[in-house]
């Protein structure tokens, strides 16, 4: 949710549509990309060559941003890239948890590239006595038990669910029970929570499924 000053100093909530909210990210690293080569102006028919986008669909999602381009020169490169980090978020760093440190779990906690798009993992939570009481690319690892109490104490609203799909019903209620407010699911599972729960899945089998399944057809057709 957006919130829209108008003149009349009354306010607006706007929704932004969800394919907007996962293109915005396409267009602040293109930018970037600019950037990084000497450009200071960009024009959304720029963008659109860069990442095949009709422009007008680029133009439309930049508006939800509440910036305008100059005539014939475009969107100043600097200012785009700090209006589009703050409206999505990633000028500010949100603490997680991530619960299952199995190959996945593991690569997220190493993934320090994570903390340029405002995400910094902060505690991961496991049962493997392997894993508990060791640290990962400096995180710690605690016993899923102690979850409750370094809440608490660390603050965290956010989970990063990574567990085997038996179980990620059962972490998931024991998330929302201690407090977290969304979560980032992994797993193929779709999992349920209250309406009041944000969840974004990122299910890795599930895009593979569509890869293969968009390569047998573009194969039978040749």
Do not use: C
């Amino acid at each position: 949710m957006r919130t829209i000053h108008t003149p009349l100093q009354k306010e607006e909530t706007v929704k932004v549509p969800e394919p907007t909210l996962r293109r915005l990210p396409w267009y602040l690293s293109n930018v970037k990309l600019l950037k990084q080569r000497g450009e200071r102006f960009v024009s959304s028919t720029q963008i659109s060559n860069e990442i095949g986008i009709d422009s007008s669909q680029i133009a439309k999602d930049l508006s939800y941003v509440h910036i305008a381009g100059r005539t014939r020169v475009g969107y100043e490169i600097d200012t785009l890239i700090s209006v589009l980090e703050n409206f999505l978020g990633f000028t500010n760093i949100h603490k997680a948890f991530l619960f299952g440190v199995g190959s996945l779990g593991g690569a997220l906690l190493h993934d320090s590239g994570l903390a340029h798009f405002g995400l910094e993992i902060v505690a991961a939570f496991d049962v493997n006595p392997q894993l508990v009481g060791t640290t990962l690319n400096n995180i710690p690892i605690f016993h899923s038990d102690e979850f409750e109490q370094k809440r608490e104490e660390y603050g965290v609203h956010i989970g990063v669910l990574t567990v085997p799909i038996e179980i990620a019903q059962q972490i998931t209620d024991k998330m929302v029970q201690g407090g977290i407010r969304a979560v980032w699911n992994f797993t193929p599972f779709r999992i349920r929570v209250p309406e009041d729960i944000v969840v974004q899945n990122t299910s890795l089998y599930a895009h593979l499924a569509v890869m293969f399944n968009r390569l047998n057809i573009n194969e039978t057709e040749r």
